[in-house]
């Protein structure tokens, strides 16, 4: 009797442990080494960034540092608003002002950036995922 005890108490575990919502998103979620071609986004724990992105050879295009502010969600489909200070803006389009809000999507993998509309992906991210961010 004992032994169908644990059994049942084993069995209400696994299903507890398969029905736990996932982790909400913290920051640190975040925080990593993000690489597509010619382009890379580091992220601190403490949620300090920077972006850059070169042209496709040899020129660098964007320089811009970042805080993140305010995650949401949870750890595999995430969000997260970031503020601009930007060193260096020579892309084509609209350049964001220093202190402006953008927001970080962390999807199935892949990171894109809303202000830039560049994507990263990590060395976590599958491979069939991965080729989202260049060669």
């Not at 913290?26 to 992105?53: D, K, M, P």
């Not at 060193?87 to 999807?107: I, K, M, N, S, T």
């Not at 060395?123 to 961010?133: E, M, N, S, Y």
């Amino acid at each position: 009797m004992r032994i169908l005890g644990l059994l049942v108490l084993a069995g209400a575990l696994v299903v507890t442990a398969a029905a736990a919502p996932p982790r909400a998103a913290t920051v640190s979620t975040f925080a990593g080494e993000w690489r597509g071609h010619t382009r890379s986004l580091l992220i601190t724990r403490t949620g300090q960034a920077e972006e850059v992105v070169d042209d496709g050879c040899c020129t660098r295009v964007i320089s811009a540092h970042f805080k993140l502010l305010r995650p949401s969600g949870t750890v595999t489909d995430a969000a997260v608003a970031l503020r601009v200070t930007v060193r260096r803006w020579d892309a084509p389009g609209h350049r964001p002002r220093v202190g402006q809000l953008g927001r970080l999507r962390l999807r199935d993998g892949i990171l894109v950036d809303l202000l830039t509309g560049m994507n990263y992906c990590n060395d976590r991210a599958r491979p069939v995922r991965a080729r989202l961010c260049g060669a």
